[in-house]
């Protein structure tokens, strides 16, 4: 099915540790976004990229690198993960310009535990 | 700074009841405005959205906002809720990050209990 796919589903990681979110898309979207989802607090912007090549900070961005690899895949790293990291990552993908008439589409999300 | 506020922050209604989850933004620009739906153990899911014309959106599975410009609110409304409208809601913006682009900001979301 066409969308947005997140690897892996769930980590946990113990604090220090390294890894990198994947985050692909088949929608020939031009933009693509990583938030944070905490209990009482919505979904908070980390990084987004408006086109291949660029990356901008969100809301939140301490702690998180990210690199747009190409057009589909939009990567999220964590150098040296801290327990405030712990959280629910989301994925997600727009047209661009287009993106604002219609909306964003998910990926299905990543629970990451450090512990 | 631009924000978006949902007062609801957990709702208990029974079935059949009416529901109206409030949604408001500080930005005095042009928006566009969203609501998405995330069930439990499921990802974000479009409701419904306004990005111009009629101020009164519908949307899927019977739910609709009304987008009230001189009150920089977004309310979303449902006459009659259902034990399977349970989940939690969010309100969504798109407002303008530092960089100059605008990116989609959420309400901290609305927590919906239905009751049989």
């Known amino acids: 099915n066409a969308g947005v796919t997140q690897t892996p589903k769930f980590q946990v990681l113990k604090t220090g540790q390294s890894m990198t979110l994947q985050c692909a898309q088949d929608m020939n979207h031009n933009s693509m976004y990583w938030y944070r989802q905490d209990p009482g607090m919505g979904l908070r912007l980390i990084y987004y990229s408006a086109s291949e090549g660029t990356t901008d900070k969100g809301e939140v961005p301490n702690g998180y690198n990210v690199s747009r690899l190409n057009k589909r895949e939009f990567s999220l790293r964590l150098e040296s993960a801290a327990p405030s990291q712990t959280s629910v990552y989301f994925c997600a993908s727009s047209n661009g310009r287009q993106s604002d008439n219609y909306g964003y589409t998910f990926g299905s999300g990543t629970r990451l535990t450090v512990v | 700074a631009q924000s978006v506020s949902q007062h609801n922050h957990h709702v208990i209604l029974s079935e059949a009841a009416s529901l109206e989850l409030g949604c408001n933004y500080s930005?005095?620009?042009?928006?566009?405005l969203f609501w998405y739906v995330q069930y439990p153990g499921q990802h974000l899911q479009l409701l419904l959205k306004?990005?111009?014309?009629?101020?009164l959106v519908k949307g899927i599975k019977g739910f609709e906002a009304e987008f009230i410009k001189s009150k920089f609110s977004f309310n979303l409304r449902k006459p009659s809720v259902q034990w399977s409208d349970t989940a939690e809601y969010f309100c969504a913006v798109n407002l303008y990050m530092d960089t100059g682009r605008r990116a989609l900001t959420f309400g901290s979301g609305t927590r919906l209990q239905v009751q049989p």
């Open positions: 930005y005095g620009g042009t928006v566009n």
């Open positions: 306004y990005f111009s014309g009629d101020p």
